[in-house]
């Protein structure tokens, strides 16, 4: 209201009466606010904890939140108490413990999971067999913090069990033989190891430590029972070493060598591991974390030596001398690796040396490098000789001094000029089995390949080997005496090829002396059903293989060779490496019907391809064959299969013949045939023509009425090594069928045919 301009009489009477009333009661400071309101403290609440609090991990995650009446929550602040043996938290669990202020809302906590020295962690019976596993309970407490600092005084909390599964360790290095009793080391002592811990994202531990435990207080060594009864070792031992950090990428944690110890010591060697939480491996078991050994003489590195020319050697000690042949010039490429694996030995150094004269003379000149590891003494520079007897040395020596000594003695097979070789070497190697009726085969058999080859001129009896009973003339010195060579075989793994020239499952192929004829001296014919089946091995622990084996590709198993890491650090297909790809121009091997082994994508009940349907009933001479080759027409014809003329006789004729370079199953892998390869006969499948060679066998018509391998390719002409023969241009054949299954004359024109007009040989038919 508006007052007016001038104030006189009762108006001013009033107001200075209002004014001093006013004043007054400013003057008593509760006499307008009233009585002040107390801070009210905040509360807490734990809003998510793990799904299940008895058994966590030693990570824990939780969830919180607060709630303040009369202002803002500006913080939490924390503190975690482990509990004793009981699990139960009380005032001594938390005695000491400092708060930890936060603004989140959740964290992750790492706790222990290990009751600090509680010894009575137990097995686990949920747990597979020797995991062990350990526990801690603990107590979290959280309470708010409001804008005017105060603390929520009856502080949220849950309990909860941290659980951890021990690390387990495996002594790894040395790998001794199961054993009762200790076992024989070297002086010096090496041991390795691998740890694991099954429950940490990794599953590497924290850390390791490890015990070398003199035994000296026994006349002998401890029997594994003796030591699981009295239990020497003991986990405060002070002679344990500190924890050091685990890192399976540093050999430096996962290794240890001792000095040279006296003959006739004996120790206990344990490790144990220990994960972020705190566990440890409980135990000291016999031959897992624990070793027990004796220091004896005579423990030797195992050194192998490899090469370009001859099967891998093994030598230990020095008693051995491997003998092989090469041919003058031939180049020698040899490396070499030794281990002490199996005994606890280091290898330290290597040392070798061609032609040397005196190996107990350190400064013989032939020696090519002092002792040294490392690229430049695994392995030799490229060597070629041109006649005598050259001989490479290789010592490894071991961290206890002890030295293998490898000795290869090489034999140089002088080049033989072309004109003073004698025309055709017969080898048969195909074994028939030793009763009458099969011995009267095989004569059958030689009878009808000599009345073939007679028409070679100067071809003798002496010119025939056969490869089970005249094994030893079967050597590269006495083939590299001939143009050409027939090479008669079978899919049996008893034939001399499969069993002696042959690589073993992994090995490279390159110990094949035959390539080497078939690169640098003359040609070859393989003939038989299982002329490339014979020289490349089985895929081993898979017990057969899967048709079609297929050379370039990464598979392994029964699939293919798998891969191979070059020298050079390069990965290549294995199959590469074998004699049907590197020396024969191969895609893939294939079989009508395997006598071992299956068909790619077909069941019992549904075979892909049979023998009563499916086997050869004739060979058709292929259409890029006459064409690359047209005076081959009219000598080169079709082969018509004879029929048996006993029960034994039928089991040799057209059954189990080997195909090539195709792939007709639906298994992923495309074949590129390369330029060094022609095929010289196509199958023609008996479902697929009116004549059954076999009166004995029947094949009706089917739903499907054409064989699925009528056509493919069971003989080849490859160019691959046709330029660095003797006779330049000359090619080398495969026939993947039995010779002797079919009319003979056919037989012998084509044969005559290859021999007089591709390998240059002088004929009189």
Same mark, same amino acid.
């Given at each position: 209201?508006?007052?007016?301009?001038?104030?006189?009489?009762?108006?001013?009477?009033?107001?200075?009466?209002?004014?001093?009333?006013?004043?007054?009661?400013?003057?008593?400071?509760?006499a307008?606010? &009233?009585?002040?309101?107390?801070?009210?403290?905040?509360?807490?609440?734990?809003?998510?904890?793990?799904?299940?609090?008895?058994?966590t991990?030693?990570?824990?995650?939780?969830?919180?939140?607060?709630?303040?009446?009369?202002?803002d929550?500006?913080?939490f602040?924390?503190?975690?108490?482990d509990?004793?043996?009981?699990?139960?938290?009380?005032?001594?669990?938390?005695?000491?413990?400092?708060?930890h202020?936060?603004?989140?809302?959740?964290?992750?906590?790492?706790?222990?999971?290990d009751?600090d020295?509680?010894?009575?962690?137990?097995?686990?019976?949920?747990?597979?067999?020797?995991?062990?596993?350990?526990?801690q309970?603990?107590?979290?407490?959280?309470?708010?913090?409001?804008?005017?600092?105060?603390?929520?005084?009856?502080?949220?909390?849950?309990?909860?069990?941290?659980?951890?599964?021990?690390?387990?360790v495996?002594?790894?290095?040395?790998?001794?033989?199961?054993?009762?009793?200790?076992?024989?080391?070297?002086?010096?002592?090496?041991?390795?190891?691998?740890?694991?811990?099954?429950?940490?994202?990794?599953?590497?531990?924290?850390?390791?430590? +490890?015990? @070398?435990?003199?035994?000296?207080?026994?006349?002998?060594?401890?029997?594994q029972?003796?030591?699981?009864?009295?239990?020497?070792?003991?986990?405060?031992?002070?002679?344990?070493?500190?924890?050091?950090?685990?890192? !399976?990428?540093?050999?430096?944690?996962?290794?240890?060598?001792?000095p040279?110890?006296?003959?006739?010591?004996?120790?206990?060697?344990?490790?144990?591991?220990?994960?972020?939480?705190?566990?440890?491996?409980?135990?000291?078991?016999?031959?897992?974390?624990?070793?027990?050994?004796?220091?004896?003489? #005579?423990?030797?590195?195992?050194?192998?030596?490899?090469?370009?020319?001859?099967?891998?050697?093994?030598?230990?000690?020095?008693?051995?001398?491997?003998?092989?042949?090469?041919?003058?010039n031939?180049?020698?490429?040899?490396?070499?690796?030794?281990?002490?694996?199996?005994y &606890?030995?280091?290898?330290?150094?290597?040392?070798?040396?061609?032609?040397?004269?005196?190996?107990n003379?350190?400064?013989?000149? &032939?020696?090519?490098?002092?002792w040294?590891?490392?690229?430049?003494?695994?392995?030799?520079?490229?060597?070629?000789?041109?006649?005598?007897?050259?001989?490479?040395?290789?010592?490894?020596?071991?961290?206890?001094?002890?030295v293998?000594r490898?000795?290869?003695?090489?034999?140089?097979? !002088?080049?033989?000029e072309?004109a003073n070789?004698?025309?055709? @070497? @017969?080898?048969?190697?195909?074994?028939?089995?030793?009763?009458?009726?099969?011995?009267?085969l095989?004569?059958?058999?030689?009878?009808?390949?000599?009345?073939?080859?007679?028409?070679?001129?100067?071809?003798?009896p002496?010119?025939?080997?056969?490869?089970?009973?005249?094994?030893?003339?079967?050597r590269?010195?006495?083939?590299?005496?001939?143009?050409?060579?027939?090479?008669?075989?079978?899919?049996?793994?008893?034939?001399?090829?499969?069993?002696q020239?042959a690589?073993?499952g992994?090995?490279?192929?390159?110990?094949?002396?035959?390539?080497? +004829?078939?690169?640098?001296?003359?040609?070859?014919?393989?003939? #038989?059903?299982?002329?490339?089946?014979?020289?490349?091995?089985?895929?081993?622990?898979?017990?057969?293989?899967?048709?079609?084996?297929?050379?370039?590709?990464?598979?392994?198993?029964?699939?293919?060779?798998g891969?191979?890491?070059?020298?050079?650090?390069?990965?290549?297909?294995t199959?590469?490496?074998?004699?049907?790809?590197?020396?024969?121009?191969?895609?893939?091997?294939?079989?009508?019907?395997?006598?071992? #082994?299956?068909?790619?994508?077909?069941t019992?009940?549904?075979?892909k391809?049979?023998l @009563?349907?499916?086997?050869?009933?004739r060979?058709?001479?292929?259409?890029?064959?006459?064409?690359e +080759?047209?005076?081959?027409?009219?000598?080169v014809?079709?082969?018509?299969?004879?029929?048996?003329?006993?029960?034994?006789?039928?089991e040799?004729?057209?059954?189990?013949?080997?195909?090539?370079?195709v792939?007709?199953?639906?298994?992923?892998?495309?074949?590129?045939?390369?330029?060094?390869?022609?095929?010289?006969?196509?199958?023609?499948a008996?479902?697929?023509?009116?004549?059954?060679?076999?009166?004995?066998?029947?094949?009706?018509?089917t739903?499907?009425?054409?064989?699925?391998i009528?056509?493919? !390719?069971?003989?080849?002409?490859?160019?691959?090594?046709?330029?660095?023969?003797?006779?330049?241009?000359?090619?080398?054949?495969?026939?993947?069928?039995? !010779?002797m299954?079919?009319?003979v004359?056919?037989?012998?024109?084509?044969?005559?045919?290859?021999?007089?007009?591709?390998?240059?040989?002088?004929?009189?038919?």
């Amino acid at each position: 209201m508006a007052l007016p301009h001038r104030t006189s009489g009762p108006w001013l009477a009033l107001l200075l009466a209002f004014s001093a009333a006013f004043w007054v009661a400013c003057d008593d400071e509760n006499a307008l606010v &009233g009585t002040q309101v107390p801070n009210s403290t905040p509360d807490t609440e734990i809003t998510s904890t793990p799904p299940n609090a008895d058994r966590t991990g030693p990570f824990v995650s939780f969830f919180w939140r607060g709630t303040d009446h009369d202002g803002d929550i500006v913080g939490f602040e924390w503190r975690i108490s482990d509990n004793g043996v009981d699990g139960v938290v009380d005032i001594a669990d938390t005695l000491g413990l400092d708060w930890h202020f936060t603004t989140q809302v959740d964290t992750t906590f790492f706790v222990s999971a290990d009751i600090d020295s509680f010894q009575a962690d137990v097995d686990d019976p949920d747990l597979d067999g020797g995991q062990y596993r350990y526990w801690q309970t603990h107590t979290l407490f959280v309470r708010a913090v409001d804008d005017r600092g105060a603390v929520d005084p009856t502080p949220a909390n849950v309990s909860f069990t941290a659980t951890t599964i021990a690390p387990r360790v495996q002594i790894d290095v040395p790998r001794f033989p199961p054993s009762i009793s200790c076992a024989r080391a070297p002086r010096a002592l090496t041991f390795g190891w691998t740890a694991t811990d099954p429950d940490s994202d990794d599953h590497v531990p924290e850390a390791i430590r +490890y015990l @070398l435990f003199p035994v000296e207080t026994r006349d002998n060594c401890y029997t594994q029972l003796q030591y699981e009864t009295e239990q020497p070792i003991r986990a405060d031992d002070p002679e344990w070493t500190d924890w050091i950090p685990y890192d !399976p990428d540093d050999i430096e944690t996962r290794l240890i060598s001792y000095p040279r110890q006296d003959i006739g010591k004996r120790f206990l060697f344990a490790v144990q591991a220990r994960d972020d939480a705190g566990a440890v491996t409980p135990l000291f078991e016999w031959a897992k974390n624990v070793q027990h050994v004796e220091i004896v003489p #005579g423990q030797f590195p195992s050194l192998i030596v490899s090469s370009s020319v001859a099967r891998p050697s093994t030598f230990a000690g020095g008693a051995i001398v491997s003998q092989v042949e090469v041919l003058a010039n031939q180049p020698i490429d040899v490396s070499w690796t030794a281990s002490g694996d199996s005994y &606890g030995g280091v290898i330290e150094a290597y040392r070798f040396g061609w032609n040397i004269s005196d190996l107990n003379d350190p400064r013989d000149p &032939g020696w090519e490098v002092e002792w040294g590891n490392g690229a430049a003494w695994t392995a030799s520079p490229t060597k070629r000789f041109q006649s005598g007897s050259p001989n490479l040395i290789v010592l490894a020596r071991d961290n206890s001094g002890t030295v293998t000594r490898g000795i290869v003695q090489f034999q140089v097979i !002088p080049e033989v000029e072309r004109a003073n070789q004698r025309n055709v @070497l @017969l080898i048969d190697d195909y074994p028939n089995g030793t009763g009458t009726s099969q011995q009267d085969l095989e004569v059958g058999w030689d009878m009808t390949w000599s009345g073939m080859l007679q028409s070679i001129q100067g071809f003798q009896p002496f010119d025939v080997i056969d490869a089970q009973s005249d094994a030893n003339r079967l050597r590269f010195a006495n083939v590299s005496q001939y143009k050409s060579v027939i090479w008669f075989t079978s899919p049996n793994e008893d034939t001399f090829f499969h069993s002696q020239i042959a690589p073993g499952g992994g090995r490279t192929a390159e110990d094949n002396w035959l390539e080497v +004829y078939q690169e640098r001296v003359g040609n070859i014919l393989m003939c #038989g059903p299982g002329a490339m089946q014979s020289t490349f091995e089985g895929p081993g622990l898979f017990g057969s293989w899967t048709f079609p084996v297929i050379f370039d590709v990464p598979a392994g198993g029964s699939l293919g060779f798998g891969q191979t890491i070059l020298p050079d650090g390069r990965r290549t297909n294995t199959g590469r490496t074998r004699w049907p790809w590197s020396g024969w121009c191969l895609e893939a091997v294939d079989q009508i019907r395997p006598g071992i #082994g299956n068909v790619f994508g077909e069941t019992p009940q549904q075979l892909k391809r049979t023998l @009563l349907c499916d086997t050869l009933n004739r060979a058709i001479v292929a259409d890029e064959f006459l064409a690359e +080759y047209p005076d081959a027409a009219g000598r080169v014809v079709e082969l018509t299969p004879l029929p048996p003329r006993n029960e034994l006789d039928g089991e040799f004729f057209p059954n189990f013949e080997e195909f090539y370079n195709v792939n007709v199953t639906n298994r992923s892998g495309q074949l590129v045939p390369r330029a060094c390869q022609t095929p010289m006969y196509r199958l023609s499948a008996r479902r697929d023509n009116g004549f059954i060679a076999n009166p004995r066998v029947e094949c009706r018509p089917t739903q499907r009425d054409t064989s699925p391998i009528d056509g493919v !390719p069971i003989a080849m002409v490859s160019r691959l090594y046709s330029e660095t023969k003797l006779l330049a241009g000359a090619e080398d054949f495969v026939w993947g069928f039995h !010779p002797m299954s079919f009319e003979v004359e056919q037989v012998r024109s084509a044969l005559v045919w290859i021999m007089q007009t591709r390998w240059e040989l002088p004929s009189s038919f």
